[in-house]
């Protein structure tokens, strides 16, 4: 099959890889009509991410069809299209029967870690991604879902991650009824925040982003105030339009990778003496108010960054932190999509067959031709 290759960082190629095979009972062969490029691909990407290795595949956003089956699976069969969670999870363990599907301990060998992940590093199992014509699925009767007959593959495709890890963080931030709510960042997974907020409650939303485009996008298809950090000193502004205090509830959709300060930037982004660049995580902590909730859907690698945790202390501010819990969202946001009320396709500007990933990977790398997200194409056509 023809799939994405890591090389190292800032390389990336298509290549011939095997196909993938049944390897134990519970799993299925599902053929990829749709990809995606995650901002947690370019975390790897870039080199910041432990133990990713030169070789393997990236994606954990995809959808598809099932190819075959393993002789234990119940829900599936051959022919079913399914929309995959990016979290590999048994259903069964302590934290499965909790909900808490991203904690699984049984689909990743550093079990004190998340659960297994689809095309991430080695520190979530190892497993191939869906930047690829065919994946391998585990406990295929536990993650997917099945795509309603009347709906699109990519009216469902964000299900598999980004929609949902919006949500959680909105959800994670216990949002009460006329609160203001702050997203720093303006790509998908915030974007998604936004959105979120509104459904539960918010009565002010406000974006924090440094690119006029996408911005723009924010206004247009979330309906929140925004704000450009280059252009005001963000701190005393958001103070200023919440009465002195701040707001209520400060999420922070970038990780590490954020911008904004030349100190973490340095530190963490090129020496690599942090786990990437906290300055999203800092401002929430500065701008919230006091007895105000963060909300951390960033990805940060370990094992440390530099945060003011004694002002956060001072403040009484609350933390909800997680890797998203992807199964247990899926059926409550596809109604939200069937009634219109999320236009989750509605955020894609960039479609490229897989051959041309390299194109697309730069693109949104570099932020170019207005690209706020790239789906892919494996088998290069509609």
């Given at each position: 099959m ?9 390389r990336?190629?298509v290549?011939?890889?095997?196909d ?6 519970n799993d299925a062969?599902v ?7 995650c ?6 990407l870039?080199?910041l991410?432990?133990?990713t ?7 954990h956003?995809f959808?598809?069809v ?5 002789s234990?699976?119940?829900?599936l069969?051959?022919g079913?299209?399914?929309a995959v ?5 048994c ?11 991203a904690?699984c ?8 870690l998340?659960s ?6 080695h ?12 994946v ?10 099945k795509?309603?007959?009347d709906?699109?593959d990519e009216?469902?495709?964000?299900l598999?991650?980004?929609?949902p890890?919006g ?11 006329g ?7 303006c ?5 998604f925040?936004?959105k ?6 918010a ?16 206004r247009k ?7 450009n950090?280059?252009?005001v ?13 701040g ?15 030349k100190l ?24 919230a108010?006091?007895?105000g ?8 690698g370990?094992?440390?960054?530099l ?13 909800r932190m997680?890797?998203c ?9 596809l109604?939200?999509?069937r009634?219109g009320?999320?236009d989750?396709?509605?955020i ?9 990933l390299?194109?697309?990977y730069?693109l ?6 207005g690209?706020?997200k790239c789906?892919?194409?494996p088998h290069?056509?509609?």
């Amino acid at each position: 099959m023809q799939a994405m290759v890591y090389e190292g960082p800032y390389r990336v190629k298509v290549g011939t890889k095997p196909d993938p095979i049944i390897e134990h009972p519970n799993d299925a062969i599902v053929r990829v009509t749709r990809s995606a490029i995650c901002g947690s691909d370019l975390h790897l990407l870039h080199g910041l991410v432990t133990d990713t290795r030169v070789g393997c595949t990236f994606g954990h956003e995809f959808v598809g069809v099932v190819e075959e089956v393993g002789s234990s699976v119940r829900t599936l069969k051959p022919g079913d299209r399914v929309a995959v969670p990016f979290n590999i999870s048994c259903g069964s363990c302590f934290y499965c029967k909790r909900g808490l599907f991203a904690n699984c301990e049984s689909t990743n060998p550093n079990s004190d870690l998340a659960s297994g992940v689809y095309g991430y590093s080695h520190t979530t199992g190892g497993y191939e991604g869906g930047q690829a014509q065919y994946v391998r699925v585990p406990f295929a009767d536990v993650g997917p879902m099945k795509i309603p007959d009347d709906m699109e593959d990519e009216e469902v495709l964000f299900l598999t991650d980004i929609l949902p890890t919006g949500y959680q963080g909105a959800e994670m931030g216990n949002i009460q009824p006329g609160d203001t709510v702050v997203v720093f960042g303006c790509g998908p997974v915030g974007l998604f925040a936004m959105k979120s907020a509104w459904l539960l409650g918010a009565g002010r939303v406000i974006a924090v982003d440094h690119l006029d485009y996408r911005l723009a996008f924010a206004r247009k298809y979330a309906r929140v105030e925004t704000l450009n950090f280059k252009d005001v000193d963000i701190i005393p502004t958001l103070k200023e339009l919440t009465e002195g205090r701040g707001p209520d509830v400060c999420i922070d959709a970038v990780g590490m990778e954020a911008e904004g300060s030349k100190l973490h930037s340095v530190l963490g982004v090129k020496l690599k003496m942090e786990a990437g660049s906290p300055t999203a995580l800092n401002w929430c902590i500065q701008a919230a108010r006091k007895g105000g909730t963060i909300s951390i859907i960033g990805v940060y690698g370990p094992p440390w960054n530099l945060v003011p945790i004694g002002t956060a202390m001072n403040k009484g501010l609350t933390f909800r932190m997680n890797q998203c819990n992807v199964k247990r969202y899926m059926p409550h946001l596809l109604e939200h999509i069937r009634a219109g009320r999320i236009d989750a396709k509605g955020i894609i500007t960039h479609r490229f067959p897989l051959a041309e990933l390299p194109r697309a990977y730069e693109l949104f790398e570099k932020k170019l031709d207005g690209c706020i997200k790239c789906v892919l194409l494996p088998h290069g056509h509609a």
